[in-house]
């Protein structure tokens, strides 16, 4: 149960960014280019942090 609380707390905040580019995008605040790019970014970011998150786990 830790381990998925530890995971939610690097994701949900990543959706909620990743969800962001995209109502930007929506509300005409910056192209569509804008929010494709600012999305990959979220979801590397998000990707290498919950790796890091999965290696570094005690008893693994």
């Not at 960014?17 to 929506?26: D, I, T």
């Given at each position: 149960m830790a381990?998925?609380?530890r995971l939610a707390r690097v994701?949900?905040?990543g959706l909620c960014?990743?969800?962001?580019?995209?109502?930007?995008?929506?509300l005409g605040l910056y192209p569509p280019a804008v929010g494709i790019a600012g999305?990959?970014?979220v979801a590397v970011l998000v990707?290498?942090?919950v790796r890091r998150?999965?290696?570094s786990r005690p008893g693994s």
């Open positions: 381990v998925r609380r994701i949900i905040p960014a990743g969800g962001a580019c995209g109502a930007g995008v929506g999305s990959v970014a990707g290498l942090a998150l999965r290696i």
